[in-house]
């Protein structure tokens, strides 16, 4: 019996994934990760450095122009592809910036997926098709100034007036708000929380943009103001009542980013295993250490127990779907992994490792709002506790 030699793995790669994935797949992946290395990879520490993302608007339409926008959709001009490209998408994206992988998470897992799943189709014909070119860019109105993690407590409010809706209220870190020409705010009516599709041009909405941010720096995020906005019946979203609908669409953002913070991971990792071969102390390099080994091999291991469970949760949402406890234990366990990679990463690479120069102090600062956003460590935690137990420890 011939025995066949496995060729070498990749150092970024040792388990070999990548021969899990299709021609399809890794095609995708590719096409994301030279339009990040063109259009984003030169410019990107600038712009966080400067707290900017410019040009915005021509960004999106060149991901639109790829099909990246809404890609997991059917329809309205929308791709189509499997949750499984939908993520590697996700995971290049994050490499490059949380903050683009979350103009695209915004864009098409939270404002197109909500007018997708509960619009009209007028709705839809009127806003899908120029969102996923990137013609228009949406965003969504949820967490409040003193309402995040529990929604169910929002003060804004939808109110009749005659056949129209008039909305007041405020919304707050919002992804993609000032340069938006669609949002999908949610709102409390009498009767229940409802979801209105409202352009942006729209007397009394505003969108003052959030500065001094520490995270997420080359990303646009906003406030939302609704001061007497008055939409027409047809503004409603006809086919969900109750917090069943935004929650819905946040399982579909947080599918998004348990791939996209193995990205940040992955960029980290191998900054510093290049770093920790090239630097030079007491006369060899840190990789020939073996407390330099030692992190090298555990920021390994957790890369790709992270990037098995991430396949394994796309498999599963293409072939029978995911229950919302499957995809916070999926977004837990990996930014928190991301999380601790990015601190050892910086650890190796010591003082160069807060530079800009350097991507990891951007990546760890970005991920601090990724372990916040659509849903905290803390309320995953409990999901997944009242998955095991049945019991809600939330009230």
Aim: proline content about 5%; aromatic content about 6%; hydrophobic content about 40%.
């Amino acid at each position: 019996m011939s025995r066949k030699t496995a060729p070498k793995p990749d150092p970024l790669d040792l388990a070999g994934i990548d021969d899990l994935l299709s021609p399809e797949e890794k095609a995708v992946r590719q096409a994301v990760r030279r339009l990040c290395d063109a259009s984003v990879e030169p410019c990107i520490a600038g712009w966080y450095e400067s707290g900017e993302l410019p040009a915005v608007r021509e960004l999106a339409r060149e991901l639109g122009s790829l099909g990246l926008l809404g890609m997991h959709l059917e329809g309205y001009g929308c791709a189509g592809t499997s949750a499984v490209e939908y993520g590697l998408a996700c995971l290049e994206l994050e490499a490059t910036d949380s903050g683009l992988r979350s103009l695209v998470s915004v864009q098409g897992s939270l404002a197109m997926y909500a007018i997708h799943r509960f619009g009209s189709e007028e709705q839809k014909r009127q806003w899908l098709p120029r969102m996923a070119t990137g013609e228009a860019i949406g965003c969504f109105g949820l967490t409040e100034p003193d309402h995040g993690s529990d929604p169910g407590g929002m003060r804004t409010r939808a109110r009749r007036d005659g056949s129209d809706w008039v909305l007041d209220g405020r919304k707050m870190w919002i992804t993609n708000g000032s340069v938006a020409s669609v949002a999908v705010v949610w709102a409390r009516t009498e009767d229940g929380v409802r979801g209105f599709v409202v352009p942006t041009d729209t007397p009394g909405f505003s969108a003052p943009p959030i500065k001094h941010k520490g995270s997420l720096r080359a990303s646009v995020t906003s406030e939302l103001l609704l001061d007497g906005v008055r939409l027409p019946a047809d503004a409603v979203l006809p086919e969900v009542t109750g917090l069943r609908g935004p929650l819905s669409c946040l399982n579909e953002a947080r599918y998004g980013i348990l791939w996209g913070a193995l990205g940040a991971a992955r960029s980290c990792f191998r900054t510093a295993l290049s770093y920790a071969k090239e630097r030079e102390q007491f006369g060899k390099p840190l990789a020939g250490f073996q407390l330099t080994q030692a992190k090298l091999a555990s920021m390994a291991v957790e890369l790709t127990n992270g990037t098995l469970l991430a396949l394994h949760l796309g498999r599963r949402k293409d072939a029978v779907g995911l229950r919302p406890e499957q995809v916070s234990l999926g977004k837990l366990n990996n930014v928190n992994k991301a999380l601790e990679i990015a601190r050892t990463s910086r650890t190796i690479l010591g003082a160069n490792g807060v530079s800009f120069e350097y991507p990891v102090m951007r990546h760890m600062a970005n991920l601090e709002s990724v372990l916040t956003y659509e849903g905290t460590a803390e309320m995953h935690t409990l999901m997944i506790g009242q998955a095991l137990t049945g019991e809600s420890a939330l009230r």
